[in-house]
């Protein structure tokens, strides 16, 4: 600590990143990032834009990328805002549309950026117990709030909030802004997507960096009806007027405009995350319901603690969470190739 430091550095908390550690022959399945790489087409995309145009600033609307992603979505594009990441929309979205004075309501066992960002910009909170069972039950957000906001399906847990629930949860609560996080919603949701013309209150965050593989180029996207939109302009232009480079832009217009490979890969990780679910259940484990590219999972004789340092031994990394204490017990495991989850299989035989 500093002398130096502002009064709200000295109160923060902040996020703490999946590892990126740098073993050899490491399987890696701490991050939830997709194992298959981005479509030829956006390296072809990419490629094309190490050019001289670099001295020039990109497009800071990213009109587009704007474009493409409200083709794909079907929407118009002063419907569709774009940012470095989702944490970056999401962000934008916790300053603009959720800072009000009554608390924000968000569950407890939950991406854990959100405190982050109440801390960081002193926005009253309350996390809103999950069940037993690890769900969302819409019923207790039906109270008097400064907005809602969780991610569909939960992280770290995976599980979906059904679509049907979602829309009796913007029904009971109109005058809040409801932030849907759908990070991990093309692995096995449905969206809330359809339900933004007819909710004004509705955001839907979206990124890329995992069903579109495209981590690296930080890219996501939020789309409302456009007074919300205008709200997170403001925010942005007072913030980065430029957030996407020349590259992200090409690159995720490029992933956009490839579907067919999109849901290929899709399919791919859902087809392995069934297949390892099996795989865990019939050693002893169980597994959470999951709609995500990871599943949460523990073992009633192992604790998620050692059984990660066990593995980390064999050089396989996953993610394990002291906090909140109802999930320390439990492993997240992202859902890696087929190899890569054999290989963790046979380490979890050799371990429980």
């Not at 069940?131 to 991610?151: A, C, H, K, M």
Request: charged content about 20%; glycine content about 8%; proline content about 7%.
């Amino acid at each position: 600590m500093s002398h130096y430091w502002s009064a709200v550095v000295h109160g923060l908390t902040p996020y703490v990143p999946g590892e990126q550690p740098k073993l050899a022959n490491l399987v890696k399945l701490n991050t939830n990032e997709n194992p298959y790489g981005p479509s030829p087409k956006v390296l072809e995309a990419v490629r094309a834009e190490a050019a001289d145009t670099l001295r020039l600033y990109p497009d800071p609307n990213s009109d587009r990328l704007r474009a493409g992603v409200a083709r794909y979505h079907g929407v118009a594009a002063d419907q569709v805002f774009v940012g470095n990441g989702s944490d970056e929309v999401l962000a934008h979205a916790f300053v603009a549309l959720l800072k009000h004075d009554k608390p924000i309501l968000f569950p407890d066992i939950t991406y854990s950026f959100y405190p982050v960002y109440c801390g960081l910009y002193e926005i009253a909170h309350r996390g809103i117990p999950l069940t037993d069972s690890f769900e969302i039950r819409v019923d207790d957000y039906l109270v008097p709030n400064g907005g809602v906001i969780f991610p569909n399906p939960n992280a770290p847990t995976g599980r979906l909030l059904a679509l049907g629930e979602v829309e009796r949860l913007l029904a009971g609560t109109p005058d809040s802004v409801v932030v849907i996080d759908e990070a991990y919603i093309d692995f096995g949701g449905e969206s809330a997507m359809g339900l933004v013309a007819r909710y004004p209150q509705l955001l839907v965050v979206r990124t890329l960096s995992k069903s579109h593989a495209l981590a690296g180029l930080r890219v996501g996207y939020a789309i409302g009806q456009p007074h919300l939109i205008e709200a997170l302009n403001r925010v942005k232009d007072s913030f980065n007027s430029y957030p996407l480079d020349r590259f992200a832009q090409a690159g995720a217009l490029a992933s956009m405009e490839d579907h067919t490979y999109f849901e290929e890969i899709c399919a791919k990780v859902a087809r392995t995350r069934t297949r390892l679910v099996a795989d865990m259940e019939a050693l002893g484990f169980e597994v959470l319901p999951s709609g995500a590219n990871f599943i949460l999972a523990r073992h009633p004789a192992h604790e998620g603690a050692e059984l990660a340092a066990r593995l980390r031994e064999r050089s396989i990394i996953v993610r394990h969470f002291r906090k909140p204490a109802r999930i320390e017990p439990f492993l997240r495991i992202t859902i890696g190739t087929d190899a890569q989850c054999d290989t963790l299989v046979e380490a979890l035989k050799a371990l429980c």
